[in-house]
T-cell receptor, first 111, second 115 residues
Framework: DAKTTQPNSMESNEEEPVHLPCNHSTISGTDYIHWYRQLPSQGPEYVIHGLTSNVNNRMASLAIAEDRKSSTLILHRATLRDAAVYYCILRGVSGNTPLVFGKGTRLSVIA | DAGVTQSPTHLIKTRGQQVTLRCSPISGHKSVSWYQQVLGQGPQFIFQYYEKEERGRGNFPDRFSARQFPNYSSELNVNALLLGDSALYLC??????????????FGEGSWLTVV
């Protein structure tokens, strides 16, 4: 499985934007980039995914480098509820492949 | 609509015992997966089931087994429990779409402590 590299932890002030980086230098041409997050005492939840183009949804934006070797999850205005572990995951084009989690980035949000 | 539901939420077992964890997927979802999350680590894939058949297995010993029922619910069994089996066990369900964009939905997990 292709691997991703994320910082262990990051900190943000409330209501400020947060940029969570992810490196995936060995990504293949058919790998999708998925982001999940895990709030305290909960199971992971889907945030966003993309292949080549930048993506936006109600939760976040995903910026993908032109060479696809890195990506950035953008939370436009961090809230206390965004404090979680964020996982960047590469997933093959088949819809049935399992998720391969790393250790993720623990995001702390300061009021 | 109900999300992925798991039971029990917490349990304590003794080394050597056996445990069964249960999962009900989101209505309409036919694929169920199980993950183990040890404290401080990301979840690790254990099994995937679709239409009652095992479709994938992670690097776990044969003490771990699972099955899926006709109503798509699932059970995870772990025999001969070891202290290292203490973890959060997560069930996830999805509609097994053809492409990677199908979202996987997780339950809140079952916390297993082995003493």
């Amino acid at each position: 499985d292709a691997k991703t590299t994320q910082p262990n932890s990051m900190e943000s002030n409330e209501e400020e934007p947060v940029h969570l980086p992810c490196n995936h230098s060995t990504i293949s041409g058919t790998d999708y980039i998925h982001w999940y997050r895990q709030l305290p005492s909960q199971g992971p939840e889907y945030v966003i995914h993309g292949l080549t183009s930048n993506v936006n949804n109600r939760m976040a934006s995903l910026a993908i480098a032109e060479d696809r070797k890195s990506s950035t999850l953008i939370l436009h205005r961090a809230t206390l509820r965004d404090a979680a572990v964020y996982y960047c995951i590469l997933r093959g084009v088949s819809g049935n492949t399992p998720l391969v989690f790393g250790k993720g980035t623990r995001l702390s949000v300061i009021a | 609509d109900a999300g992925v539901t798991q039971s029990p939420t917490h349990l304590i077992k003794t080394r050597g015992q056996q445990v069964t964890l249960r999962c009900s997927p989101i209505s309409g979802h036919k694929s169920v997966s199980w993950y183990q999350q040890v404290l401080g680590q990301g979840p690790q894939f254990i099994f995937q089931y679709y239409e009652k058949e095992e479709r994938g297995r992670g690097n776990f010993p044969d003490r771990f087994s699972a099955r899926q029922f006709p109503n798509y619910s699932s059970e995870l069994n772990v025999n001969a429990l070891l202290l290292g089996d203490s973890a959060l066990y997560l069930c996830a369900s999805s509609w097994p779409g053809r492409f990677s964009g199908n979202t996987i939905y997780f339950g809140e997990g079952s916390w297993l402590t082995v003493v």
